[in-house]
């Protein structure tokens, strides 16, 4: 959903995200792009509660280096089910940053790291070097700008 290497919404984005929500999608999460894309939750007519777009969760896996394409979101959504009005809606919603580790030279070894370890030098491997946890640092704050840009109460989940 929306193209190779913008972040913005494109109109094909938001009229596929109205569609859905208009056909009572509780959650629309789209990736493509290869960078992350704007996160919100909006009112929804059709469910009657809040809904849960993410325009896109970034590269979770990738070979690309460059920035903005190094960098992905795991979403981590909480719903409640009410039986007695029989609906389920978003109760909380939490997003972690990740970075591409890609080795180094020849080896080619992809982790996926948490890119907040880059602020944290307790958790940071030792093989991670100096340029690659200012790349890390780069992925995190540039992923929690476009992801609480439309949504700045969207809370940022951490891993030990």
């Known amino acids: 959903m929306g193209l190779e290497n913008v972040t913005e919404p494109t109109q094909l984005q938001n009229d596929a995200v109205r569609f859905a929500l208009e056909a009572g999608a509780t959650v629309v999460i789209g990736s493509h792009p290869h960078m992350i894309g ?39 959504l909480m719903f409640q089910k009410n039986f007695t009005k029989h609906s389920t809606y978003l109760k909380e919603s939490k997003f972690l940053p990740t970075w591409v580790y890609r080795g180094i030279g020849t080896k080619k070894a992809h982790v996926i790291l948490p890119a907040q370890w880059g602020k944290d030098t307790t958790n940071l491997p030792e093989f991670v070097t100096s340029d690659q946890k ?7 704050n540039d992923t929690k700008t476009m992801v609480t840009k439309d949504n700045p109460s969207f809370k940022l989940d951490t891993v030990k």
């Open 38 to 76: 704007p996160m919100k939750k909006v009112y929804s007519k059709a469910i009657q509660d809040t809904a849960f777009i993410a325009y896109s969760v970034g590269n979770f896996l990738s070979n690309q280096y460059w920035r903005y394409t190094d960098a992905g979101v795991i979403l981590k």
């Open 134 to 140: 200012h790349k890390m640092v780069e992925a995190f």
